[in-house]
């Protein structure tokens, strides 16, 4: 009894985590905005390159969208080019956001009976 609550609860776990990180249009969205964050201390510290570290993160983000976005953002790592890819990405991603979860739809349950 005991073994098969731990498997659930393992599964539950596994599960609650696969959601946490598909990489749907809303938590791509949740990352541009944590690297625009980023983007911009850089600008306020007046860093003149993304750092590497932050860089592979906007690479590898940008590769899973589309193709034409690491092709405008090219090897330029200058904060100014960056910011402005990634705001056009994140524009992109707000309208796949909202489309996607519209088509998702709901269950409705009926309050009263026709």
Excluded at 16 to 23: F, V
Excluded at 46 to 54: M, Q
Excluded at 82 to 106: I, K, N
Aim: one cysteine or more; hydrophobic letters at 40%; charged letters at 30%.
């Amino acid at each position: 009894m005991i073994e098969r609550t731990v498997l659930e609860i393992a599964q539950h776990r596994f599960w609650a985590w696969q959601r946490r990180t598909a990489r749907t249009p809303r938590n791509q969205l949740r990352e541009t905005d944590q690297l625009l964050d980023a983007v911009e201390e850089c600008r306020l510290r007046e860093v003149k390159l993304i750092p590497a570290h932050i860089w592979r993160r906007i690479v590898h983000l940008l590769g899973q969208l589309d193709g034409t976005y690491t092709e405008k953002l090219g090897i330029d790592r200058s904060v100014e080019r960056t910011a402005e890819v990634l705001f056009e990405a994140q524009e992109d991603l707000m309208v796949a956001a909202r489309s996607h979860r519209r088509a998702r739809g709901g269950n409705v349950i009926p309050l009263f009976r026709p």
